[in-house]
């Protein structure tokens, strides 16, 4: 798997890494939202899936995703507001327009 140098610049691990991108490359239709579960991760990866489980936990911790549970037994990871620019440009100027009067210029460099 081909590791974004964007990704590459957070200094992941290197299965951090590998989760991120599989994430990134699955997030569609909302800025940050995926449909991808640990699962299709685990898939995509070659990662077993109780390694990926441990390294979206990390994710978390380092404020690079969250987790939802949607109650069907199926849990939601988003990528959060700050680091939407490492999926493309788009979402990055929809933050722009919607994000409460911050850009993410100023969120980047709060959370770093």
Same mark, same amino acid.
């Given at each position: 798997m081909i590791i974004k140098e964007s990704i590459q610049k957070l200094g992941l691990t290197e299965m951090e890494a590998q989760c991120m991108q599989s994430l990134i490359h699955g997030l569609y239709a909302e800025a940050g939202f995926s449909d991808v579960d640990a699962t299709d991760i685990a898939h995509g990866t !070659?990662?077993?899936i109780r390694s990926v489980r441990g390294v979206l936990a990390n994710l978390v911790k380092? !404020?690079?995703i969250d987790i #939802?549970?949607?109650d069907a037994g199926y849990m939601i990871i988003y990528l959060k507001p700050e680091w939407y620019h490492l999926h493309s440009v788009r979402w990055v #100027?929809?933050?722009?327009?919607?994000?409460w009067g911050e850009s993410i210029e100023q969120k980047t460099t709060i959370n770093q």
């Open positions: !070659g990662i077993p380092k !404020g690079l #939802e549970d949607n #100027e929809d933050l722009k327009i919607w994000s």
